[in-house]
């Protein structure tokens, strides 16, 4: 029943390793996002899918990169992980946004904890 | 200046009282507007969207909406204990699927 769901729940890990988190939506959305909450509670995009095509691409360290295999699914790999990686990362879906709006709110899946040793 | 900003918290209220929340924004071509509710530890869920001028009303909230001034705000009237979260204003500019977010405000009801 779960609409956007994420593995794991939480991450611990040392620094320099290499980790990965998933999403999955069953919401029917075209469009996938990222976010990274840090300790201050700030929600930032770090990137968006739209069927399977990047774009939105924040500043964030090229050491993430986002892939999405299909138009329900957008994982995230991380790669030589440091102590500032330490986050709440959310993965949302929602469809396109139109011109009038209406149909553009996000649902949050969530969220991985990720603490980096 | 920020794209997005809430005035700071937190803010305490007693139970049965209006809470008030209030978010500017900076791009004047926004276009969707939607204040989220996030309890400690969990994740932002929707409680109200609104994309045209004036108010909307769904149960005990309240959105208003203000283009021409740029702020958008939230009404929270017989304020209970389960309304304390931190509540996120956030908002997307028209061709952009980018939504940015304040930094959000904690409100504490008091029984």
């Known amino acids: 029943d779960t609409a956007v769901s994420q593995t794991p729940k939480y991450l611990v890990t040392q620094m320099g390793n290499d980790k990965s988190i998933k999403c999955e939506q069953n919401?029917?959305?075209?469009?996938m996002y990222w976010y990274k909450q840090d300790s201050k509670k700030f929600l930032k995009i770090m990137f968006s899918y739209n069927n399977k095509e990047l774009i939105i691409n924040e500043t964030v360290p090229n050491r993430f990169s986002p892939k999405s295999p299909d138009k329900a699914h957008l994982n995230l790999h991380i790669n030589s992980l440091e102590l500032g990686d330490s986050a709440v990362y959310f993965c949302a879906s929602s469809h396109p946004p139109l011109a009038g709006g209406g149909t553009d709110t996000q649902y949050f899946g969530p969220g991985t904890r990720l603490t980096v040793l | 200046q920020k794209e997005v900003e809430q005035n700071s918290g937190p803010l305490s209220v007693p139970e049965g009282a209006i809470a008030s929340l209030n978010c500017t924004y900076s791009?004047?071509?926004?276009?969707?507007f939607f204040w989220y509710r996030q309890y400690s530890g969990k994740s932002p869920e929707l409680i109200m969207s609104?994309?045209?001028?004036g108010d909307k009303e769904d149960g005990r909230f309240t959105a208003q909406l203000n283009k021409a001034s740029q702020y958008v705000s939230l009404l929270i009237r017989d304020s209970q204990p389960s309304d304390s979260a931190t509540y996120l204003c956030a908002v997307r500019s028209y061709g952009n699927n980018r939504l940015a977010f304040g930094k959000g405000n904690q409100v504490v009801v008091i029984p």
């Open positions: 791009d004047r071509v926004s276009q969707s």
């Open positions: 609104i994309y045209s001028n």
């Open positions: 919401l029917g959305h075209d469009t």
